[in-house]
């Protein structure tokens, strides 16, 4: 049974009192959620590095919330200057850790240690959301499922197998032509990646670790939009970015989450893509 996630990536905005502000007032939402939903989806927010701290100091004991990282460093500890541990972010409360975001891809050229990472995360009880996606380019040509099988391929490379049957693995996708930019995939072309993503983990791992697996669409996410991706049996959840500043528009994801069923089985229903059909394709036609 794969619970709905909902994950904020702050980026770098929000200065220290600003996120204490929106800490506090998520919190306060989230408690007056639980007594109206009959189940909250799971939640994480990923503040940049210095606003990590501000969790334990207001929640000493836990909140509604988990916390979660923007990135991590491959290496437990080192001559890295600037760089984040796992141990170090586990000691702050730190439950989950973003791995291979496009934007890091893009301007830090991280492709070649997004494993190295991941495996880092996993070994200090970390659950990595990972992130795989295509640019405009790939899709374009029809090369969605090499893109993002190749990303996972590397991502994946050194993950125990029992970590992926316990469902410690999330992964997102976030096609990159739709990050930031408004134009989100459309539902059934998510769901087709997403199905792909999910038959590469039940290759790699098996059925068990496939079906734990949480799969989440990032790209342009709002309250508009996230009910259809939410409708798709292998989208569990969304990791969204400027839609999740806003504490009150960000508690209207959580509402519409919380109404998606927690139970059903990855392929109980929803589009199926045509015989043939790549995941691109289907996109493209939302423009």
């Known amino acids: 049974m794969r619970t ?7 980026k770098m905005h929000k200065t220290w009192p600003e996120a204490a502000t929106d800490f506090t007032a998520l919190e306060g939402g989230l408690a007056a959620r639980k007594a109206v939903h009959a189940a909250l989806p799971d939640v994480v927010v990923c ?9 334990p100091l207001l ?9 979660g990282a923007q990135n991590v460093h491959h290496e437990a500890s080192g001559a890295y200057t600037g ?15 973003i791995v291979g975001h496009s934007e890091r891809r893009r301007d830090f050229g991280e492709d070649a240690v997004v494993g190295a990472k991941v495996a880092r995360a996993l070994e200090h009880d970390l659950t990595p959301i990972v992130c ?3 640019t405009l380019d790939a899709r374009r040509a029809g090369e969605t499922e090499a893109a993002v099988g190749a990303q996972l391929a590397a991502a994946l490379a050194a993950v125990p197998p029992e970590a992926a049957a316990a469902g410690r693995l999330v992964i997102a996708y976030e096609p990159v032509w739709a990050i930031g930019t408004g ?7 998510a769901q087709a990646v997403a199905r792909f993503i999910r038959a590469e ?4 791992f098996g ?81």
Do not use: C
């Open 4 to 10: 709905p996630l909902i994950a904020a990536n702050w």
């Open 47 to 55: 503040p940049p590095y210095p606003m990590l701290a501000l969790y």
């Open 59 to 67: 929640f000493p004991g836990g909140a509604s919330f988990a916390l």
């Open 83 to 97: 760089e984040v541990s796992a141990p170090m972010l586990t000691v702050l409360g730190v439950a989950y850790v």
């Open 132 to 134: 795989v996606g295509e």
């Open 183 to 189: 134009a989100a995939a459309t539902p059934e072309a």
């Open 201 to 204: 983990v039940a290759e790699r």
């Open 207 to 287: 059925a068990q670790a496939a079906e734990a697996t949480r799969i989440l669409y990032g790209g342009s996410v709002t309250a508009d939009n996230l009910g259809g991706f939410l409708a798709e049996p292998d989208i569990d959840g969304a990791l969204v970015g400027g839609a999740s500043l806003d504490v009150r528009h960000f508690l209207r994801l959580v509402d519409l989450a919380a109404g998606r069923p927690a139970d059903r089985p990855a392929h109980d229903g929803g589009r199926t893509a045509a015989a043939g059909e790549r995941p691109g394709a289907a996109g493209e036609r939302s423009g």
